[in-house]
């Protein structure tokens, strides 16, 4: 089995910068993370944890309402699929578990709340520093991980060719602007920003 990896403890400026960033109100991010931290392991979540958090938020979802003529069973077996697409997707180092970083990342892409465009720019920035620009390396990797997330069939290598081919170049690399028009503008990716896998947000704890 070997020594389990350790995460770290996300600080309260973070929590606000994210917050400020995309709008999710301070109290309600502030519960997610104690979600996070009450579920986890060390501030990480292996694909089991994960699993126990997704169904705890997924309850506040139309589409859970809509599945109410599945059997227990079969709703399990298909919110644990989901689960595990959407773990697989930002598993960004592939570790088998999820950072509080990489778990709020996927669920601020999973909020129809929030415009597509904050949204992909809040992935991009947490990707990696990009100054702007989409490097091939990165861009490639976030178009395959947009498709496995949202069932998208396409050609990630022809996608990033095409962008190349109608977008100005800076050094090799794409502006970040024109790679989030992409998304916006496509009807498939869209769509599934609207209509795809959704955790609403919580309503807030009462006061006590």
């Given at each position: 089995m070997g020594n389990r990896q350790k995460?770290?403890?996300?600080?309260?400026?973070?929590?606000?910068?994210?917050?400020?960033?995309v709008g999710i109100p301070r109290n309600q991010l502030e519960n997610i993370y104690k979600d996070f931290r009450r579920v986890s392991k060390d501030y990480l979540l292996d694909k089991t944890e994960f699993r126990r958090i997704y169904k705890d938020l997924i309850r506040y979802s139309p589409q859970y309402q809509d599945k109410s003529h599945l059997t227990s069973c079969e709703l399990n077996r298909r919110n644990n699929a989901t689960a595990d697409r959407i773990f697989k997707t930002f598993d960004r180092d592939h570790t088998?578990?999820?950072?509080?970083d990489e778990f709020i990342s996927a669920y601020i892409m999973l909020q129809n709340s929030i415009s597509p465009q904050i949204r992909l720019n809040f992935l991009l920035d947490h990707y990696s520093q990009n100054?702007?620009?989409i490097t091939p390396t990165m861009g490639r990797r976030v178009i395959q991980d947009m498709s496995d997330l949202y069932g998208v069939n396409t050609d990630c290598q022809q996608v990033w060719r095409n962008l190349e081919t109608n977008c100005p170049l800076k050094n090799g690399c794409i502006p970040q602007q024109a790679f989030t028009e992409y998304f916006i503008n496509h009807p498939a990716y869209s769509?599934?920003?609207y209509n795809g896998v959704q955790i609403p947000l919580p309503p807030p704890s009462p006061q006590l």
């Open positions: 995460g770290r403890q996300t600080a309260a400026w973070e929590l606000d910068a994210i917050s400020n960033l088998g578990r999820l950072s509080f100054n702007g620009y769509s599934a920003f």
